[in-house]
């Protein structure tokens, strides 16, 4: 069965350092979704993405964030400058349609700020 | 706005225990519910889902979860656990309202711990 895949799986990275986060979703789908589980919370909706833009964002994808398409397979995350309350696990989603189809899940990558 | 609570933080059964874990939404309106799992190590998997129709569904590896719409709940029973059913539980919920584009609403999640 396709998968969602995500790189790395485990980021170090400097507080106040650019950070960009990589996900290869299903190939056939078409709604994409970042989500984030700070330690010991729930998953939280960061956003989504529809026809090569953002089409919902929550309260947490502030400026800081900003999330592409660059090449019509992969789709990431950009945290511009880091956080130490940015540490969490980030899950990538896909789905071929919207809300009444499954989403897809990558393994997730775990961002650690120093 | 949208909530989901998940009552169990962390559940301990024996091997052939019955296994249900409480899940409740707030939202009046038309929602899609689903239960996720998640194995140590790996990545959220689709265990059931509910859209319309039959309350009652019926997911993979045994389990199975009922829509009460009057109690807001969809809560996921198993009649008899086994230990590789240890995992993080999650319920889920999401809307077609307001142009939502189907984010999910999650739960904290419920840890499940079978004792062989």
């Known amino acids: 069965e396709p998968e969602v895949t995500q790189t790395p799986s485990h980021q170090v990275t400097q507080m106040g350092q650019e950070v960009i986060l990589r996900c290869v979703p299903i190939s056939n789908h078409l709604y994409f979704y970042w989500y984030r589980q700070i330690l010991g919370q729930k998953v939280e909706f960061l956003v989504s993405?529809?026809?090569?833009?953002?089409?919902?964002k929550s309260e947490i994808f502030d400026d800081q964030f900003s999330v592409e398409r660059p090449d019509g397979s992969n789709f990431t995350l950009k945290i511009r400058s880091t956080k130490l309350e940015d540490s969490a696990m980030y899950f990538c989603a896909s789905t071929r349609g919207q809300s009444n189809q499954p989403q897809h899940f990558g393994d997730g990558t775990r961002l650690s700020i120093l | 706005a949208q909530s989901v609570s998940q009552h169990n933080h962390h559940v301990i059964l024996s091997e052939a225990a019955s296994l249900e874990l409480g899940c409740n939404y707030s939202y009046g309106g038309t929602v899609n519910l689903f239960w996720y799992v998640q194995y140590p190590g790996q990545h959220l998997q689709l265990l059931l889902k509910y859209f319309s129709g039959d309350p009652l569904v019926k997911g993979i590896k045994g389990f199975e979860a009922e829509f009460i719409k009057s109690k807001f709940s969809f809560n996921l029973r198993k009649p008899s656990v086994q230990w590789s059913d240890t995992a993080e539980y999650f319920c889920?919920?999401?809307?077609?309202?307001?142009?939502?584009?189907?984010?999910?609403?999650f739960g904290k999640g419920t840890k499940l711990s079978v004792k062989p």
């Open positions: 993405f529809y026809n090569n833009e953002i089409s919902e």
């Open positions: 889920a919920v999401n809307t077609n309202y307001g142009g939502s584009q189907g984010n999910l609403i």
